[in-house]
């Protein structure tokens, strides 16, 4: 039995989430590798001390923005540029360029104040999202020598790597623009330099950008895998179960309910395997697993109209859709083949790992 299908068989309400992290740490597993990353600490450490520094002082901040540099989005479109390769690559700008444009487009120049902060390179040259919705989108695109393109397409359209910094400052964007008031006195609330918290003056209360937690499981039954689809998905798509976490709630008191809510299932038993901020439609924290369920619990039963259908796939199913083109559109094939959500999205990593371990059993 391998050491995939061992953590697997632990007992989903016996075995706490806690004691599969812990288990998958000392067995130097995925999660071990994500989080101990290729970077000395000194290095890590000091970027984020500079970065909390930022975070409290909003005149260091300050500084930091006119040395760094910016991404810039339109109504939270982020602006992309095609390349002479045809790839899209996130053009980035700094301060007197910024300038420049909103003076060019007869905005006012403080409109870059309202940029937020989203991390810092390695030399500690500051990171921020601007978005420039106040001016004219053509007008705009044409000086800034890109397109502002909608987040789920833009997905598709970049590397991997340049996308948790495209969602991060979309988020922390959107938060600021659907955070202006307070809730409990109506009164504006304030945003300090770096965007990291809001705060109303009249009752004190300072608000923190927010995700609400979401678990998003990809079950198998030993040798299948059971995906479903929305009937809001693009033509095609399955992706694994997920859910939002209830006021109250442990993990696996939701991969629990969400997996029998949506499929009429019994988990027998869960792994945690990574977890992913997902932007949209608002900020999520994907809490990645997979569960299992035994060989004689296998009928789906759907529930009311949140799930379009739900099906068990084979590994070569899997494996096809894994190297199909997304979204399909091989014309032999038809629109309606089947595929799985891009590789950067969690869901499609959950159902990467579980090929992989069905090929290695
Ligand atoms: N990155 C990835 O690979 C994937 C990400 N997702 C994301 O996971 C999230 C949850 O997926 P669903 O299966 O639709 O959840 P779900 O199964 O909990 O159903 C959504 C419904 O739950 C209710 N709900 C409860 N708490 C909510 C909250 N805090 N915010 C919004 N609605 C809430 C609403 O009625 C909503 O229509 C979505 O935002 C989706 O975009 C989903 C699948 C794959
Ligand atoms: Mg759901």
Same mark, same amino acid.
């Given at each position: 039995?391998?050491?995939?299908?061992?953590?697997?068989?632990?007992?989903?309400?016996?075995?706490?989430?806690?004691?599969?992290?812990?288990?998958?740490?000392m067995l130097g597993l995925h999660f071990g590798s994500h989080f101990?990353?290729?970077?000395?600490?000194?290095?890590?450490?000091?970027?984020?001390?500079?970065?909390?520094?930022?975070?409290?002082?909003?005149?260091?901040?300050?500084?930091?923005?006119?040395?760094?540099?910016?991404?810039?989005?339109?109504?939270?479109?982020?602006?992309?540029?095609?390349?002479?390769?045809?790839?899209?690559?996130?053009?980035?700008? /700094?301060?007197?360029? +910024?300038?420049?444009? #909103?003076?060019?487009? %007869? *905005?006012?120049?403080? !409109?870059?104040?309202? =940029?937020?902060?989203?991390?810092?390179?390695?030399?500690?040259?500051?990171?921020?999202?601007?978005?420039?919705?106040?001016?004219?989108?053509?007008a705009a695109e044409g000086l800034c020598g890109g397109v502002f393109v909608d987040l789920r397409k833009a997905?598709?359209?970049?590397?991997?790597?340049?996308?948790?910094?495209?969602?991060?400052?979309?988020?922390?964007?959107?938060?600021?623009?659907?955070?202006?008031?307070?809730?409990?006195?109506?009164?504006?609330?304030?945003?300090?330099?770096?965007?990291?918290?809001?705060?109303?003056?009249?009752?004190?209360?300072?608000?923190?950008? /927010?995700?609400?937690? +979401?678990?998003?499981? #990809?079950?198998?039954? %030993? *040798?299948?895998?059971? !995906?479903?689809?929305? =009937?809001?998905?693009?033509?095609?798509?399955?992706?694994?179960?997920?859910?939002?976490?209830?006021?109250?709630?442990?993990?696996?008191?939701?991969?629990?309910?969400?997996?029998?809510?949506?499929?009429?299932?019994?988990?027998?038993?869960?792994?945690?395997?990574?977890?992913?901020?997902?932007?949209?439609?608002?900020?999520?924290?994907?809490?990645?697993?997979?569960?299992?369920?035994?060989?004689?619990?296998?009928?789906?039963?759907?529930?009311?109209?949140?799930?379009?259908?739900?099906?068990?796939?084979?590994?070569?199913?899997?494996?096809?859709?894994?190297?199909?083109?997304?979204?399909?559109?091989?014309?032999?094939?038809?629109?309606?083949?089947?595929?799985?959500?891009?590789?950067?999205?969690?869901?499609?990593?959950?159902?990467?790992?579980?090929?992989?371990?069905?090929?290695?059993?």
């Open positions: 039995m391998t050491v995939f299908r061992w953590l697997c068989a632990l007992p989903v309400d016996r075995g706490e989430m806690f004691t599969v992290f812990t288990m998958r740490r101990l990353g290729a970077r000395s600490c000194s290095s890590y450490v000091s970027k984020m001390r500079y970065l909390m520094r930022l975070k409290e002082d909003d005149k260091a901040c300050q500084e930091a923005l006119h040395s760094g540099t910016i991404l810039l989005y339109h109504k939270l479109a982020p602006l992309l540029r095609k390349t002479e390769t045809g790839a899209y690559e996130l053009p980035v700008f /700094q301060a007197p360029d +910024v300038s420049g444009i #909103l003076d060019k487009l %007869g *905005k006012d120049k403080e !409109l870059l104040n309202n =940029s937020v902060l989203i991390g810092c390179s390695d030399t500690h040259v500051a990171q921020f999202s601007l978005d420039v919705g106040a001016v004219e989108q053509a997905f598709f359209l970049l590397q991997n790597s340049d996308v948790p910094l495209v969602t991060q400052g979309q988020a922390l964007l959107r938060w600021h623009q659907t955070h202006g008031y307070c809730s409990a006195t109506g009164r504006p609330t304030h945003s300090n330099q770096a965007g990291s918290q809001r705060v109303c003056h009249s009752s004190g209360i300072i608000y923190y950008p /927010q995700m609400a937690p +979401v678990v998003i499981v #990809l079950v198998s039954d %030993g *040798k299948r895998c059971l !995906l479903a689809r929305q =009937s809001t998905f693009p033509r095609g798509m399955y992706s694994a179960l997920s859910g939002f976490c209830d006021m109250g709630e442990t993990v696996q008191e939701t991969l629990r309910r969400e997996v029998a809510e949506e499929v009429g299932l019994e988990l027998d038993s869960v792994l945690y395997s990574r977890s992913q901020h997902w932007p949209l439609p608002q900020s999520s924290l994907m809490i990645g697993c997979h569960g299992t369920v035994t060989s004689g619990n296998t009928q789906i039963s759907l529930r009311g109209s949140e799930l379009e259908d739900a099906r068990w796939f084979t590994l070569h199913e899997i494996q096809e859709a894994l190297k199909r083109k997304i979204p399909a559109r091989d014309k032999k094939e038809g629109p309606s083949a089947f595929w799985v959500p891009p590789s950067y999205a969690i869901a499609n990593q959950l159902i990467q790992e579980w090929a992989g371990q069905q090929l290695k059993l």
